[in-house]
């Protein structure tokens, strides 16, 4: 049984900084294809960044570039999402999802999806 579990998210002022940790159990971060995404209210899911299986390939969502990194550590096998310089806009829930094929243009098309963790980002 795949499960996906985020955690890290929380309240923090713009500015900040904050890293989203993402633990799998069932797979493995070297075989499935790992993302990130997120949804805000009243949004549709978007795709934040994404990291291929086998060579460790990002690609990001679109505008996503600049202030996301995506790292994974496979012997704890867990992916990582490095936050920086986190706006209001930034407020949603994220989730991590894994996709046996790899995310094509880091879409939200997963075969697997965690349960999301919220951050807000507020003053």
């Known amino acids: 049984q795949v499960q996906l579990v985020e955690s890290g998210g929380g309240l923090v002022q713009p500015g900040e900084s904050l890293t989203l940790s993402c633990a799998a159990s069932?797979?493995?971060?070297?075989?499935?294809?790992i993302g990130w995404f997120r949804q805000a209210p009243g949004k549709e899911r978007q795709g934040v960044v994404c990291?291929?299986?086998?060579?460790?390939?990002?690609t990001y969502g679109e505008s996503m570039f600049g202030r996301f990194t995506v790292f994974r550590d496979s012997g704890k096998n867990e992916v990582y999402l490095q936050m920086d310089n986190l706006e209001p806009e930034d407020t949603a829930v994220y989730y991590c999802?894994?996709?046996?094929?790899?995310?094509?243009?880091?879409?939200?098309?997963?075969?697997?999806w965690g349960q999301g963790t919220q951050v807000t980002v507020s003053s």
């Open positions: 990291i291929t299986g086998r060579d460790g390939m990002i």
């Open positions: 999802a894994a996709k046996r094929d790899g995310f094509e243009f880091c879409q939200p098309r997963a075969d697997y």
């Open positions: 069932g797979i493995t971060m070297t075989w499935s294809g």
